[in-house]
């Protein structure tokens, strides 16, 4: 689980709901017409972006934003020098028992490719194409959040748009102007709100786990490769340590 991520929407949300009781008018920010046009608005437009599987699917997007396993690229880049020494000690045939037991599966499915004997220019190219497609199915849910962080706001300002209307043909009653001014405003809290506390955020937060995956898939192809080169395991190690961050690669 990725406190950071329920930190920081927890805290945001205390924050505003901290000041609205302070300022003692806590009833009137609840408004479920406004609700509905901000979310119900948001999603109508992302579907019409959007293939209907793929909006559907933004519930397994938002569990990676939420849950997310810990890669551990020292442990990774350990089993691939210790495949590396089998290797350039035995053979790469050597190391087709060992195979069954990586736990990646990207990693697993390269070294297969190299027991089998398969070129490394072919290896570098299905693994890159995995890879590229990897980054858009990534890029597809983070453009569904930043579709609704986009759309909330444009929502937000039609319910505003659509209260002031309904304000503005009941001028008969001065004393009706101040509620309705206050209501209308209420979408478009809504809208800000959601986006730049939910969606965008979440959005993010997709972006950078995309962004280490894709680092630690191209330690692995690079790796692969090492290993089908017969490299020495050392330099293998100091070149997949380069994809550490400097503080990890001193510490290790």
Do not use: C, W
């Not at 706001?153 to 002031?164: H, R, S, V, Y």
């Not at 680092?215 to 020495?232: A, D």
């Amino acid at each position: 689980m990725d406190l950071a991520t329920i930190i920081g929407i927890v805290l945001g949300v205390s924050l505003v709901l901290t000041t609205i009781i302070m300022g003692g008018h806590a009833s009137i920010f609840v408004h479920v017409p406004s609700m509905m046009v901000v979310i119900g608005g948001a999603t109508a437009a992302t579907l019409v972006s959007f293939q209907l599987k793929e909006v559907l699917g933004v519930i397994d997007v938002v569990r990676k934003a939420f849950f997310s396993e810990k890669i551990d690229n020292v442990a990774l880049i350990n089993q691939i020098v210790q495949l590396s020494k089998k290797a350039r000690k035995e053979g790469l045939l050597a190391i087709d028992k060992e195979v069954n037991n990586i736990r990646d599966p990207f990693l697993r499915s390269g070294m297969e490719m190299v027991v089998d004997g398969t070129e490394p220019e072919l290896i570098r190219n299905i693994m890159e194409t995995e890879l590229s497609y990897l980054m858009e199915r990534h890029k597809r849910g983070q453009d569904i959040f930043i579709s609704y962080g986009e759309y909330s706001p444009a929502f937000g300002m039609i319910g505003t748009l659509i209260g002031l209307i309904a304000m503005l043909t009941n001028l008969n009653d001065p004393t009706q102007i101040g509620g309705g001014m206050a209501i209308a405003l209420i979408t478009t809290f809504y809208g800000a709100l959601s986006a730049n506390l939910v969606f965008l955020p979440i959005a993010g937060k997709l972006k950078n786990r995309s962004e280490e995956e894709v680092i630690v898939k191209e330690m692995i192809i690079e790796g692969v490769l090492s290993i089908q080169f017969g490299e020495h395991p050392n330099t293998i190690q100091r070149k997949l340590m380069n994809f550490l961050a400097p503080k990890q690669r001193v510490m290790e």
